[in-house]
Every structure is written in C-alpha cells, then in structure tokens.
C-alpha cells in the first residue's frame, strides 16, 4: 500500500515546530519537540501518520508557546458506542466461519459462505437502524449529525459489501446476474421511497403530480407487476386512449426476464428478448404512443435508449442505477467479465463531466472490474474503520479468491488487516477480548501481537487478571503468565496480603517469589512470635514442595502444631529432621536451637542420646561456622543463648544416658 | 430449546444478571431483571423489562427482546449484585464500595440509596488508593453481608450507617464470594480452595469450620446452598469443576463433577425445583445439571415465588433431593447436563434462575432471557 496519502494531524503544525513520534501498540504520539523549523527537512510528520485513518486527541492547551502530544489512533471507530454492537455481533459470525467445515464442496460451499455473508449485511444493518433511531431521538445538532453521517458510512459499507457478495462470493452467472443487480439496486436506491409512498397513499394516485414519475421509477427498477398496476388505475380514467394502454401493457407483461432457475437456456432467452425487442420497436415507429409522451418515453425505456433513460437521471439518483437500468434493457444476458465497459461508460455519461467520481463510486467501479484488491485498498483509505476491510477480506479469502497475493512484509492480505483491527480492539478499554480470537486466527503474527498487546492490558481487579491469564494459560504463553501473576504477586505483597501473594505464586510456579514471600512470613514471626495466615500455612498441601522455603515454612509451621498439641517425640523428630535434612536456612538454626530448648526442659525425657548428640553438632557447626564470629561473639544475648542451650543439651545427655542405661539394663 | 431465547447486543461487557424476586403470592413468571457491567469506562446498573407479554406469538413464544427501563452510573467494575427486596439492589464495587439503589417503579429512575464508601480497602497506607475490590455481597433484608479481596468481611444492616461487624483479615487469601447458610451463618469461598463457615453470633473472628479441596489447592470462585436442604453445598472452581458438599460430614466434597473448561463464575440451585441446577463459566458455556430424571415418582417442585417447597414434609424431600446430589456416584445415567449454549466463544460471567425463566449475560456484551426453561 505505497500510494496510500498522508494525513494530516489537525492542530500540529509542522512548518513552526519540528515534530517528532513514537509508534506504540495501536497508536502513534505525535510530539512537538523544543526545535523550531530550519531549512531542509529530514522528518516529515507525515510519515508518521500515513497509512493510519485516525482521528486526533489533542490533549494541550491552546496556548502556542506550550509543547502539545498528539495521539493518533489507528481506527477511529473502534471508540463509536453504537459500533460496539456491530463488533461483538460480527465476532461470532467471523468465529463461525474459521469453526465451519471446509469439507463442503460446491454449492453447498458456496451457500454457506453467501449466508455468511448475508449474516455480516443483516448485522450492519441492525446497527444502521440503531444509528438512525438514535439519531431521530436526539436533540442535540451535533450528535444528530454525528449519527446521520454513521448511518451514511454504513450504508455505504453495506452497498459495498453487498455488490461483493454478488460478484465474488455468490459469484452470479450470467442471466441472475442481472437479477441479483435488480435486487442490489432496489435495496439500496431509496432517495425515491418516500415520493412512491405519497403517491401510492394519495387519494388519486393518477390524478397526483407525480404520478407518471413513480411509473417511472418502477420501469426504471425492472418493477413491471407494480408499474403495470399503476398504469391500470390511469387507464380506467382514460377510456378514449384505452388502446394504446392496453399495448403498453402488453408490451410490459410479455417482456423476458432470466429466470433463477434452469427451466431456459441463455439463447433461448436471447430469442425471446429478440422478438419481443422488434415488437416495442415497431409500436414506436408507427407511432402507437405519440400522442403520449410519458408512454412514449415508457416504450423508449423498455427499447434500452440511453438518452430516454437518462432523461430520467434525476429518478435514478446514482450512476450504478443507471447502468443496471441499461443492462435490464439492452443487455439482459450480460456475462460477469463484460460489466466493466458498460459500469465504465455508465459512469462517464451519467456524471458527465459534471463531477468526477466521489470515492465510493471508485470503489464500485473497482468491483465491476473485479479489482478485488483494489477494492479493498480503496476502502482501507476510505472508511475510517478496519472492522470492514478485515472481515470483507477474511471472507473472500474463505472464497478461495485471494491466495496468490502475498505482501511485501511476509504476512498475506487477510492476515495484515486482521492484525490491523484486532489491534485496534486491543487498544480500547473494554473490547479487547474480542480481539485475542482474531489473533488467533492470524498464523503468521498473531501470536506476537497477542503476546505485545496482552502485556498492555491493566490488571485492575483480581477477577480481570484471572481472565488476561486464562487467555494466556490457553496459549501456553508462559512468559506472561508469570508476568501477569508476578504482577499480581507483587501488588498482593505491597497491600499486605501475604497469602494472596503466595497463591499467584503458586499459580505461576514462581519458586523465586515463593521463597520471598515466605522469608517474609518467617520474617513476620520472628518479630512477632506467632504466624499470621495460617489458615494459608496449615493448608498448602503439595504446592508446599514448589520452593524449600514454602517447604521450611509449612514444615517448621507443623512442628508448632504437634508441640500445641503436646505430641512432643515428634515434634522433637521434625525439629531435627529441619535441620539435619538442611531444610532449613541457616540463618534460622538459631530459631530451631532456641524452640528446642523448651523440649530439653520438659520432666520427661524427649531427645535420645543419639538425637542430643545431633543437636550438639547442629549448634557447634553453627557457632564454628558462622562467617561473622567477631559479631556473634560480641553479641551478648547471642552469647548467653548458646551457653543456655550447650547446658541444657548437656543436661538432656546426662538424663538421657541414665534413662537409657536404665532401659537396657533392666 | 433455543429458539425461546431471546438476546440483545447492549455494547457493555455484563458481569450480572438479576431477576427481580417475586411478590410471596405471585403467579406470572418474573418480568424485570437488573444487569451491571465491567471493564468499563463508564459502568452501568440497568433495568430491564424482559420482553414484551402482549407479543407472545401464536404458540406461547415470546419474540420481544428485553427492552431497558433505566440505568444509572456505577463508579468502578460491579463485582456482585443482590436484590435486597423488590425494589433496592445491592451492588459490589471493584472500588471496594457497596451501594444500595433504589429502582423508582412509578417514574421508572435509578438513584444510589445508601453507599458504604471505603467497605473493602487495604491496610497499606502509603497507596493512594486503598480501596480494595468488594467481590461478593449477599441480602437478607435488613441483612447485607460482603466479602473482598482484602480477605474482609462486613455485615451491614440497609438501615444503618456503619458496619454492624467486620471481621479484618477473615482470610488470607481472596475471597471470592459469600451465602446464606442459615440467618446468622454464612458460607465463603476463597482463592485457596477453602469452603468455609462463620457463625456471625460468634465473637471470635474466626471460622467455625473450614473445608477443602484435597490435591491441588484449586480456587473457588461460587457458592450456592441447596434452598431446602442446608447441608447441601455446591461451590464451583477456577478448573471448571463442579463440587457438592455435604457440611454434616467430612472436610473434602462428597461429589467432583466436571463439565467446564476454565473458570466457573456462578452456580445457581434452581430456587423452586432444586433438583436443576445451573452454572456458567469463562469457556463460554451454560450448563443446565438436571438430576429430576433418575427420581420416577417425584413430586414437582415447580412452584412460582420459590418457597413454597418449605411446606412439603421433610420426609419427601429428603428421599427425591438428597439422594441425587449426594449419590456416590453421580455421573451414572442419575444427572442430565445440557450445555444451552452450544456456540458461544465468549465468557458468560453471570446468570440468575427464577421460575421458568434464566437470564444471563456475557463478555460479548450481550444478555439472553430463555421463558420456557422446562418446556
């Protein structure tokens, strides 16, 4: 997409102030920087902008000396309220057909995928009727216009899309072709709805001004039955010229029409639109309706004379009209491949000069070429939304119709333009979720975008990071799992909540932040002489094994519980066990020592002669080996709990040996 | 059947739905539910008409889509929402603030009631913003009690300014939602796998009785009470799994049943016909758990405004009811489970059940009313 303009970023002025930007997820910041323009330029701000249909937040004052930041966001509608039903509604219909089979061949193919399509139509225009109710009911001008010119994109987005549906994914042959324009036209020309309903309402249809300008409209639309009826009322009114009625009638009662099904072949239909082509042209050569010149004008629509249609420019309103009008009348058989020269000159006479062609009509133009990507471009530059160029494409890809185009930067068209709206989703508060499916069904970059923007959503509540980290768990995208729970961790800790923090630990089976988190709970009952959270601590079960310190932790927590419950000669074991296993930090030993003592005191005797001697050891390796001994020793209370401990231990053997000695002898 | 469900796009992520409870005497089906939305910048409580009587068409169907009646803002996420009678409604707070709002039913408008600002907050003071996430409230009017992720419970009474108890650092872990066992007990689940009770007579702060998951210890995220048999609990985790516990017996569920894939966020007792229950989850899936089938003389429960099964002698429901949710072995041709949304993608965050009707709402932004639950 080289040729894509430039935008420009309303209040920024480049020529006063050199600009800088920065690209983030979805956004650019366009900034003015401290430099004032000199000569030549080496940054245009313009690139930062180009290939991006966004609108502009200026979020500085007015005041021209002041620096002002700019973001520029990607896809402008993403942020439109009433839209949001169109996304979450179309989310589906997209998740239903990557879900839908593939196996289907043929027709059955090709129907589903033309109800895909038409499901995509119907929701745009429920969100249209939306607009335009929201519209009617407002009483403030400027949202009122706001939503009027929604109601406008849409149903240029639904035109579009429709022409597409007929063209490339129903793909209509020659014959229903013309048909299924007929239907296109009817359903989206309704500048002259309300003039056909005054008419039809009025007490004399055929005595109202405008009488003769709705038959019109129903010639012009291929709506014979209707215009027929109509015609039936002025000719009851009319008895001297009943006759020349009465032909016209005919002429329009016997006019061939394709049919949808395959009761006729093409060439017998072109036949049969032959003779009936010579019989009209004859009745206007003889002069059947010169003396009227509305049914003259009739019967020179129904020859297909351009000039006579056109005369009847003001009734068709738009140039597509036109040249479906013309192919109902001179070319009812035409084949998909011709419609480009007569949608061509269509354009030219009917603009005539007068106008060049409004975007939309490029658009149009590019889809009677059949330029799918063409289309597309076009409407990228257009439409200040990716929703419709991302799921356009997505579907005619499901078409088989895009496979050869590869674009420069690896991925394939389908794919750029999902990234493209899922990204934009991401960047909204609220409908972010919706855009993780559509990465996910990007297999080149889906998962790196996914990975870049997931990390960007805020964790504002519990529930919320449970939701980002199950998306993340589904994916096995382990990084930000830990991160997110890491996260969620941290802030636990900072709020006090010691046990939060350790499940999100756990969660992540994050051994490092287990360890801290118990440290500080082992922390916590040094100052303070019991545990907090135990209902935590006496319940981890096998996530205690995640890290050796949760280990330690709900270990040393169980010997507190067997000593509260007098089961001594276990606790006695575990105490140990803490220390001989070296589950236990060395810089606790002292703690474990000091919990003992009470043990060594009890009446009866606890420690065997054995355990006593490991005791011993535990203290003298701690004493000996402690790097700091100069600190140790100075430490007086230090000092006197280790001369404590070495009495009572040698008091414990002394009692131990005569117990034992007793035991043994007796 | 799922023809009988009608959906509406609302363009907010909803996180619960509430039918508004019945009159004692009522006949009709509930029409009005309240909904509240997350994630958003601006949040909302609204009201909803369930859809239009006069349109039921020629078969008893209902064609009109739930129509809004009012809304008001909502300042922060709305966690949890209970019905405190038929006309207040309690809303939990990302915040950490609990409100009541008054629905006006004659001039149809939203006004906040009473708010307890700061009722979930956390102790660390440096933050500038304490306030902790209030994830779960539950009514018995005058009663309003509430849970949080600061692991705090508060009882309230609607007619008074201040707290009538806070229990601080009630649980280590987060609490993630809150019952009625009985007027003066109440159950909570906790991101630790803990099903715990507490006696609010009781001084002591703390629980009376704590249960567990055995294994990994798997966070809960519901609770419900079987609505005649209090001992019945079921509580559903953040695997998906469905757990029934019997609160006379034992510290582990008496039953493990699995039908979800992510996270359960509600599990709902049918109120009037408890042998139905329901549950909605992350995966995007509503199942519907229907043990009524492997009972052949059953007495029907079905009865509009809920409790009149209160009256039905003890004896009757003891041998239909108990014996399907605590049976052994539940899987075996004794359960139906029917998931009522076959397609769905996104998360379906809340769902509430009254009479014949189930409204529920989803991350799709989108609330579905089903009429014809039974039919």
């Not at chain 1, 700019?70 to 949001?84: E, N, S």
């Not at chain 1, 703690?591 to 009890?602: G, I, R, S, Y």
């Not at chain 2, 209030?134 to 509430?146: L, M």
Request: glycine share 6%; hydrophobic share 40%; net charge negative.
């Amino acid at each position: 997409m080289d040729t894509v303009p430039s935008q420009v970023v309303p209040g920024a002025d480049p020529s006063a102030r050199q600009l800088c930007f920065a690209w983030g997820p979805a956004e650019v910041l366009v900034c003015e920087t401290l430099f004032g323009r000199t000569g030549g330029s080496r940054s245009r701000a313009g690139a930062a902008a180009r290939a991006l249909t966004g609108s502009v937040a200026g979020t500085g004052e007015g005041a021209p000396s002041s620096s002002r930041v700019f973001v520029v966001r990607r896809d402008q509608d993403i942020y439109i309220q009433t839209l949001r039903k169109l996304f979450n509604e179309s989310h589906g219909i997209f998740m239903g057909l990557q879900r839908c089979e593939e196996e289907l061949a043929g027709k059955s193919r090709k129907a589903q995928l033309v109800q895909v399509s038409k499901n995509y139509r119907s929701v745009i225009r429920a969100c249209m009727e939306d607009m335009h109710q929201a519209a009617v009911s407002t009483r403030d001008p400027a949202l009122q216009g706001q939503y009027s010119t929604q109601v406008s994109i849409l149903s240029a987005m639904e035109l579009i899309w429709n022409l597409c549906e007929i063209l490339f994914v129903e793909a209509a042959a020659a014959g229903p072709l013309l048909l299924r324009l007929l239907d296109w036209v009817r359903l989206h020309v309704c500048d002259v709805d309300s003039m056909v309903r005054e008419v039809l309402s009025s007490e004399s249809p055929s005595k109202h001004k405008l009488f003769w300008n709705v038959v019109d409209v129903f010639v012009l639309q291929g709506r014979m039955d209707e215009a027929r009826h109509l015609l039936s009322k002025e000719a009851s009114a009319n008895p001297t010229s009943m006759n020349m009625y009465k032909i016209l009638d005919d002429l329009m009662k016997k006019m061939p029409v394709p049919s949808l099904g395959n009761t006729q072949t093409l060439t017998e239909l072109e036949l049969k639109w032959q003779h009936w082509h010579e019989e009209c042209q004859r009745y206007l050569q003889d002069g059947t309706f010169a003396s009227n010149p509305h049914m003259e004008s009739i019967c020179k629509i129904l020859l297909g004379d351009e000039d006579a249609i056109l005369e009847k420019k003001e009734l068709m309103t738009t140039w597509y009209h036109f040249l479906v009008t013309r192919l109902l009348y001179s070319h009812p058989t035409v084949k998909p491949l011709e419609l480009r020269f007569y949608a061509q000159s269509s354009m030219d006479l009917f603009l005539g000069g007068e106008s060049g062609p409004e975007p939309l009509d490029m658009i149009l133009m590019a889809a009677f070429e059949f330029e799918m990507h063409q289309v597309i471009k076009e409407c990228s530059i257009v439409l200040s939304n990716w929703w419709f160029v991302a799921h356009l494409t997505d579907l005619l890809d499901h078409c088989k119709l895009l496979q050869s185009h590869n674009l420069y930067f690896g991925s394939n068209m389908r794919e750029f333009l999902l990234l493209e709206y899922a990204s934009g989703l991401f960047s909204h508060h609220s409908l972010w979720q919706l855009g993780v499916d559509y990465f996910d069904h990007c297999p080149e970059y889906g998962r790196v975008y996914l990975e870049l923007h997931i990390e960007r959503i805020p964790l504002t509540t519990e529930q919320k990071a449970l939701k980002v980290l199950r998306i993340c768990e589904q994916r096995q995208m382990h990084e930000q799992v830990r991160s997110i729970c890491k996260i969620m961790a941290m802030k636990a800790l900072r709020n006090n909540r010691l046990g939060s923090a350790l499940s999100w630990s756990i969660r992540a089976k994050d051994a490092a932040f287990a360890t801290l988190i118990s440290d500080r709970f082992l922390k916590d009952y040094c100052e303070r002489g019991c545990f907090s959270d135990l209902d935590l601590i006496d319940n981890l079960g096998p996530s205690m094994l995640l890290s050796d310190r949760l280990t330690f932790l709900g270990k040393y927590r169980e010997f507190h519980r067997l000593y509260g419950e007098k089961r001594f000669p276990e606790a006695a074991r575990l105490l140990l066990t803490l220390m001989t296993a070296h589950i236990a930090p060395c810089t606790f030993w002292m703690t474990l020592l000091t919990d003992a003592l009470p043990l060594l005191e009890q009446k009866e005797v606890i420690f065997s002669a054995e355990q006593t001697y490991e005791l011993m050891r535990c203290l003298e390796d701690l004493t000996a080996g402690n790097p700091d001994k100069q600190k140790f020793q100075d430490d007086d209370v230090e000092t006197t709990k280790v001369e404590m401990l070495r009495l009572a231990l040698a008091r414990n053997l002394a009692r131990v040996i005569v117990k034992e000695g007793t035991v043994e002898g007796s | 059947a799922m023809e009988d469900v009608s959906a509406k796009f609302v363009s907010q992520k909803i996180s619960r739905t509430r039918w508004r409870p019945l009159p004692a005497a009522a006949l009709q089906p509930p029409d009005l539910f309240a909904t509240g939305s997350w994630d958003n910048e601006d949040n909302r409580i609204s009201i909803w008409s369930a859809g239009d009587l006069g349109n039921a068409g020629l078969n008893g169907e209902y064609h009109g889509e739930p129509h809004l009646l009012c809304d008001i803002q909502h300042n922060g996420d709305v966690m949890d929402m209970q019905f405190l009678d038929q006309e207040r409604i309690v809303v939990a707070s990302s915040t950490g603030a609990v409100t009541i709002f008054r629905h006006h039913q004659n001039n149809q408008t939203l006004s906040a009631n009473h708010r307890w600002e700061k009722a979930h907050y956390h102790v660390d003071q440096d933050t500038s913003c304490g306030g902790a996430a209030c994830t779960g409230v539950v009514c018995n009017n005058p009663e309003i009690v509430t849970v949080g992720e600061d692991g705090r419970i508060n009882l309230f009474r609607a007619d008074q300014k201040d707290a009538v108890r806070t229990i601080d650092n009630a649980d280590s872990s987060t609490l993630h939602a809150v019952t009625f066992l009985r007027t003066t007990e109440i159950l909570t689940v906790n991101s630790i796998g803990q099903l715990k009770i507490w006696d609010l007579r009781q001084q002591r702060n703390e629980p009376s009785q704590i249960f567990s998951l055995a294994g990994d210890r798997v966070p809960l995220h519901c609770v419900d009470r079987h609505p005649n048999q209090q001992h019945v609990v079921a509580t559903g985790g953040q695997d998906g799994m469905l757990s029934i516990w019997d609160i006379r017996q034992g510290t582990m569920p008496v039953s493990l049943l699995n039908a979800h894939e992510a996270e359960m966020w509600e599990v709902h007792f049918h109120p009037s016909d408890p042998d139905h229950l329901f549950t909605c989850s992350e995966d995007g899936s509503l199942w519907h758990w229907d043990t009524s089938t492997n009972v052949s003389e059953k007495p029907s429960f079905l009865h509009q405004g809920g409790r009149s099964t209160a009256y039905l002698s003890h004896s009757t429901i003891n041998q239909s009811v108990v014996s399907a949710w605590l049976s052994n072995d539940p899987t075996k041709d004794r359960m139906e489970i029917t998931n009522l949304i076959p397609n769905q993608t996104l998360s379906v965050n809340s769902l509430d059940v009254l009479g014949p009707c189930l409204v529920y709402g989803t991350d799709a932004e989108a609330i579905y009313v089903n009429r014809q639950l039974f039919a």
